[in-house]
C-alpha cells in the first residue's frame, strides 16, 4: 500500500515537472520572436575597442597620412570623372564660347571637390568617432562616419545637381535596405517585383503625361519621344485640321501627265513599288475617329512605333559597348560581330520597342471599345506596357522610374498645398541615403549593389577594400564575407590588440 502511494505521488510529481517544462518551452516560444526583433537594436550598443587603423586606414598608421592619401585619390579620380563628363554635355547642349571660357572649369572643380571631399571627410570622420568615443560600434564604422562627411560634401556641390544626386542616392538607398531585410528575413522578395513596380510606375506616368500640365521638363519631353506627339494630351484644333487637310491632299490623285511621267521614271524599281506597298498598307485600313495618327492606320501605327524603338534601344546598348570592346577591336576582328550580335542589345530593344507597341495599341483598342479619347485610358495602356520589362528586367531602372515618380507627385502636392515644403530636404535626404550605403559597404557589402562598390573601389583606388573586416565580424553581419582572403599587415608598435586575439562585444 505504501508501495503504491509513493508510486502515486512519483506520478504526481512527474506530471507536474513535465506542465512546468511544457510551460516554460511555451514561455520561451513566445518570447523568442521578440527576442530576435531585439537582437539587432541590442548589437548597435555593443562595440569594440579597437584603433582606427586597426580596424579602417590598415595600410598607413597614422590617421593624418591616410586621409591625405584617400583624398589625393579621390580628387584625381573624380578629375577624370567629371572633366569629360562636363565636357561632353556642354558639346552637346551647343554651349557658347562664354561658356568654355568662364564656366566649364569653375563647374569641374566644384563637383570634384564635392565627390573628393565625400571621399576623404569619410574617413576623416572615421577616425574623429574612434577618438571622441573611445571605441567602435556597429553604426559608427559605416553610418555615423558618412552621414556629417556626406552632408558636408553636397553643400559644396552646385544646388542645381543636389536634386539628381537625391534621387540617385535614395534610390540606392532604398534598394539597400531591402535586400539588408530580405538577408535577415524581415521581407521576403516577390518574384518579378521589378516587372510589377515598372509596371505600376509606367501607368501613373503615362496617366500624368496624358493629363493636362501633369508632366513637365525632361519627363515630358522623353516621353513625347518614347511614345510619339500622337499620344499629347491635346491639339489644337487648327493642328488636327492641318494634319487632315494634309492626309487627304496626300490621298487627292495627281494629274494624269504626272502622273504618267511618275510612273514612267519608277516604273520597274522595287523601291517605287515597296513604297506603294508600304503606303497602301499604312493609310487604307482602320482608324478611330478619335485617333491623332492621321498618316497611318491603328496596325501600322503600333508596327512603326516598335520598328523605330526596336532601333534607338539597339543603338544606345552598341553604343555603351564600343568604349569597352574598342581596344579588342584591332587584335580580335570577331569581336565586332559579338558586339552587333550581343544578346543585351536585342534585349533593350526588344523591351523599348513592346512598350511604345503595347501602349500604342492599348490606347487605339479603348478608343475603339469606348468610343472616346480619356485620359484614363493611359493608366491601363501604362500599366500593360510595362510587362514589357520582361525583356530586359532592371531593379535599377525600376527603382530610379520609382523614385522619380514620388519626387514628381510630391512636388505636384506642394503645388497644391497637401505637402509641406522643406528646403534642405535634399540635402538631409542626401546625407541619410549615402550613409545608409557606406554602412552597407563596410558591415555587409553583399547587400550593396555591385556598381556602387566598384564605384566607391575607383574612388579611393582600392583603399575600401582594405579594412579588416574580420573583426567587424562579431557585430554578425557577416563583413568578411567576401573578403575571407585577406588579411592587412598591421605594425604590431601600433596596436592594441595582438594579432590572432579573440575579440568578445562589450
Not at 14 to 30: K, Q
Not at 343 to 353: C, I, T
Not at 356 to 378: M, P, Q
Not at 408 to 436: C, H, L, N, Q
Request: some cysteine.
Amino acid at each position: 500500500m505504501t508501495l503504491n502511494l509513493n508510486h502515486k505521488g512519483a506520478a504526481v510529481r512527474f506530471s507536474g515537472a513535465c506542465e512546468s517544462v511544457r510551460a516554460r518551452r511555451s514561455d520561451s516560444g513566445e518570447r523568442l520572436g521578440h527576442c530576435q526583433s531585439s537582437v539587432d537594436m541590442a548589437a548597435l550598443s555593443k562595440s569594440i575597442p579597437h584603433s582606427c587603423y586597426e580596424i579602417g586606414h590598415t595600410w598607413c598608421p597614422s590617421c593624418t597620412v591616410a586621409v591625405l592619401q584617400v583624398t589625393a585619390g579621390a580628387l584625381e579620380v573624380s578629375f577624370k570623372i567629371y572633366a569629360p563628363l562636363y565636357l561632353i554635355a556642354a558639346i552637346l547642349r551647343r554651349r557658347k564660347k562664354d561658356y568654355y571660357m568662364k564656366r566649364l572649369i569653375p563647374e569641374i572643380m566644384q563637383s570634384t571637390s564635392f565627390l573628393t571631399a565625400n571621399g576623404g571627410l569619410y574617413i576623416a570622420f572615421f577616425c574623429i568617432l574612434r577618438k571622441l568615443l573611445g571605441r567602435f560600434y556597429s553604426w559608427t564604422v559605416g553610418f555615423g562616419a558618412a552621414l556629417p562627411a556626406s552632408y558636408i560634401a553636397i553643400l559644396i556641390e552646385r544646388k542645381s545637381r543636389r536634386g539628381l544626386l537625391t534621387i540617385y542616392m535614395a534610390n540606392l538607398a532604398t534598394e539597400t535596405v531591402f535586400r539588408m531585410a530580405v538577408a535577415r528575413g524581415i521581407v521576403n522578395p516577390l518574384k518579378h517585383g521589378e516587372v510589377l513596380l515598372f509596371c505600376l510606375t509606367a501607368s501613373l506616368y503615362m496617366f500624368f503625361f496624358r493629363c493636362k500640365d501633369g508632366l513637365k521638363g525632361f519627363a515630358f519631353s522623353a516621353l513625347k519621344f518614347i511614345v510619339g506627339k500622337e499620344e499629347l494630351p491635346t491639339h489644337s484644333f487648327q493642328a488636327e485640321t492641318a494634319s487632315a487637310s494634309r492626309s487627304e491632299r496626300a490621298d487627292i490623285p495627281a494629274s494624269p501627265q504626272r502622273e504618267e511621267e511618275r510612273v514612267s521614271s519608277r516604273r520597274g524599281t522595287i523601291a517605287a513599288l515597296t513604297r506603294k506597298l508600304l503606303d497602301a498598307l499604312c493609310k487604307h485600313g482602320p482608324r478611330h475617329r478619335c485617333c491623332k495618327h492621321y498618316q497611318d492606320n491603328c496596325i501600322s501605327y503600333c508596327v512603326k512605333g516598335f520598328i523605330r524603338m526596336f532601333s534607338v534601344g539597339y543603338l544606345i546598348q552598341c553604343c555603351l559597348k564600343v568604349p569597352s570592346a574598342f581596344r579588342q577591336v584591332f587584335t580580335k576582328p570577331s569581336r565586332l560581330l559579338s558586339l552587333l550580335y550581343n544578346k543585351e542589345n536585342f534585349q533593350l530593344g526588344a523591351f523599348l520597342g513592346s512598350f511604345v507597341s503595347i501602349y500604342k495599341g492599348t490606347s487605339c483598342f479603348l478608343r475603339w471599345v469606348r468610343n472616346l479619347d480619356d485620359e484614363l485610358h493611359a493608366l491601363i495602356a501604362g500599366f500593360l506596357a510595362g510587362l514589357s520589362m520582361f525583356f530586359y528586367k532592371s531593379t535599377t531602372i525600376s527603382m530610379y522610374l520609382f523614385s522619380k515618380l514620388v519626387e514628381t507627385m510630391y512636388f505636384k502636392g506642394i503645388e497644391a498645398g497637401r505637402f509641406p515644403y522643406f528646403p534642405e530636404a535634399d540635402t538631409v535626404i542626401y546625407a541619410i541615403s549615402t550613409a545608409i550605403c557606406f554602412q552597407a559597404a563596410v558591415m555587409e557589402v553583399q547587400n550593396l549593389r555591385p556598381s556602387y562598390w566598384k564605384f566607391l573601389l575607383r574612388l579611393t583606388k582600392g583603399r575600401f577594400a582594405q579594412m579588416n573586416r574580420k573583426v567587424l565580424d562579431v557585430f554578425g553581419t557577416e563583413a568578411s564575407r567576401h573578403f575571407k582572403d585577406f588579411t592587412p599587415k598591421l605594425d604590431p608598435k601600433h596596436m592594441l590588440f595582438p594579432p590572432g586575439m579573440d575579440v568578445e562585444l562589450s
